[in-house]
């Protein structure tokens, strides 16, 4: 899907407009979801709930958590409806940086709770203690690696050159999205086994220490930009592969980060709030998304001159950023309490 997603829709948007892209979007994600209901069976009993003597599930809180489900949708049903009408008018801005504030204060709510209210053991603490380390590094990354469906996918829309003269054909500008689908399917399996070699000698590196490699990766793949935006400046076109090699290094960043971190979250969490912390997993990268769109409404896609230098901001903060979490990998480490 996340492959042929963008070429679909891409070709889509080229010859019909995004309006028909956007239908095509919304009808394959139903199919999906049918897909995933009719196949169901075949899971076994592969994410059942928990037993509520293990913490957590009960008929109480799903009724609770539908109730607020349907209390949201109709929430935001009835503004839509009234900024429709013109009653009250939207600032996408103002939205964007208040929700980043509400998100932000629901995760320093919830580890406020959890520290201070839930009655976690001192080992339990300590590795709620590394969770927090975790979110913080999953939000920077994201907040770069997002780039690529905003300042990323202005520059390829624009500024590079994506005519194949043999084939008489223009590459569409969303086609550059199914890179990262591309590289996770070719390279994820050579990650699990370089992280197996590497456990048997004893030279795996730990959670805290992926997350600093990745953000440095993405660093460097931002430098790819730099070479692009300054032959920009210079009045030429990039050429695409500068736009692949960058998506390369971020895909490999995402490979050292994504699964590690939904694998560690899910041992360090205490047994009975697993389920909690993963959603706050998934907190941490609405956080970085929001982050991504905020960083690129400042991206001046016009001003050829400055492009380098933007570039090179993403460059420095992933990697002094990358570089700030190995240093504090070690110590980090001994607050898991031997989770491996």
Partial sequence: GGFLGPIVTGLLAVHFGWGAAFAAGGVLMAVGLVQYRLSQRHLGNAGLHVSTAQGAHDANATRRGWRTVIALGAAIAIVYLLALTGVIKIDPLTIARGTGGVLIGIAAAYFAYMFFVARLDIVEKKRMLVILFLFVGCAMFWAGFEQTGASLNLFAERYVDRYIDALNFEIPTAWFQSLNSIY?????????????????????????????????????????????ANIVSQGGQ???????????????????????????????????????????????????????????????????????????????????????????????????????
């Avoid at 590196?205 to 953000?215: N, V, Y």
Wanted: hydrophobic residues 55%; charged residues 10%.
């Fill in 184 to 228: 996770i399917l070719i390279f994820a399996t050579p990650f699990s086994m370089l992280w197996v070699a590497l456990a048997k000698r004893n030279l795996d590196p730990s959670a805290p220490a992926k997350f600093g490699i990745a953000l440095i990766l993405l660093g460097l793949g931002f430098v790819f930009m730099v070479i692009a």
């Fill in 238 to 340: 990039a050429m695409p592969y500068l736009l692949a090699l960058t998506y390369l290094l971020h895909t490999y960043g995402e490979l050292c980060l994504s699964p590690v971190g939904l694998s560690y979250v899910t041992k360090l969490a205490p047994a009975r709030y697993v389920s909690q912390m993963m959603g706050v997993w998934f907190l941490a990268t609405s956080v970085g998304n929001l982050s991504a769109g905020l960083l690129a409404g400042m991206f001046e896609s016009d001003n050829l001159a400055a492009m380098p230098g933007q570039f090179m901001q993403f460059v420095y903060f992933a990697t002094a950023a990358g570089i700030g979490l190995l240093l504090l990998s070690k110590p980090v480490k001994k607050l898991m309490g031997g989770v491996k």
